[in-house]
């Protein structure tokens, strides 16, 4: 039981270190002027889901799942 905890934890301070890199790594949210004049209706505004910055919310979403998961099962007391 004992290295499966080590496991674990290893695995959980490798995912808290890429949830915080990919976090920093997005872009803002504030669209700013641009979409007053319409211009976030243009291809990569409609297309995000296929860019870098789609790529990046996805691994955000999947990374803090794997987080939350993590983080109860190493607190649940069985490892005690």
């Known amino acids: 039981m004992d290295i499966l905890k080590i496991v674990l ?5 490798i995912d808290c270190i890429a949830l915080s890199a ?7 949210k ?17 297309n995000k889901g296929r860019s870098m ?3 990046l919310v ?3 979403k999947f990374l803090a799942i794997l987080f939350i998961v993590l983080a109860v099962v190493l607190n ?3 490892f005690n």
């Open 22 to 28: 990919i976090i920093l790594l997005q872009e803002g």
């Open 30 to 46: 504030s669209a700013g002027l641009g979409t007053i004049s319409g211009v976030a209706d243009t291809y990569w505004g409609q």
């Open 76 to 78: 649940l007391g069985v």
């Open 58 to 60: 996805k691994s955000t």
């Open 9 to 13: 934890t290893i695995l959980f301070v």
């Open 53 to 55: 910055e789609g790529a």
